[in-house]
């Protein structure tokens, strides 16, 4: 299943496109932690509970989107130990890494559309995704 096709569904699943509702629906804990300077979060499963950990540091744009991606680690890769999503790895070309960018994106999509003549990086912008992650849709 493609990651759009698995956001869709998790989406119509829900009820919303909220990561953070989504985790709580799931049973998925959420923590913000300061993470230092560079780190904007990573997901772990000690002990088989799956905790996603975001920088207390971020803002609320940046806290969504880490949610929706640690998400996708979640949902997609429950049982490896996947990197920190650092700003200095934010475009490795890992598969995993990607995989749970482009879940995120469409997360954050969701069923909104493109306004007429609105340009790519408008209609991303408008559905809360930080500039830097654009290239994942
Ligand atoms: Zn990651």
């Known amino acids: 299943m ?7 569904e998790l989406i119509l699943t829900h009820g ?16 913000f932690e300061d993470l230092g300077k560079q780190t904007w979060g990573y997901y772990s499963h000690t002990n088989r509970i799956p905790v996603i950990h975001i920088n207390n540091r971020l803002n609320q744009e940046q806290s969504t989107y880490t949610c929706g991606h640690e998400l996708g680690h979640a949902l997609l ?48 912008t408008r559905c809360g995704i930080p500039e830097m992650f654009h290239m994942f849709y």
């Open 2 to 8: 493609t990651e759009k096709r698995k956001a869709r």
């Open 16 to 31: 919303t496109n909220s990561p953070f509702e989504i985790a709580a629906e799931k049973n998925i804990m959420v923590l």
């Open 77 to 124: 890769h429950p049982r490896i130990n996947t990197p920190f999503l650092r700003s200095n790895t934010f475009y490795s070309v890992d598969k995993l890494e990607r995989q749970a960018h482009r879940l995120a994106v469409h997360l954050l999509v969701g069923l909104t559309d493109p306004e007429p003549g609105e340009t790519k990086q408008q209609f991303l």
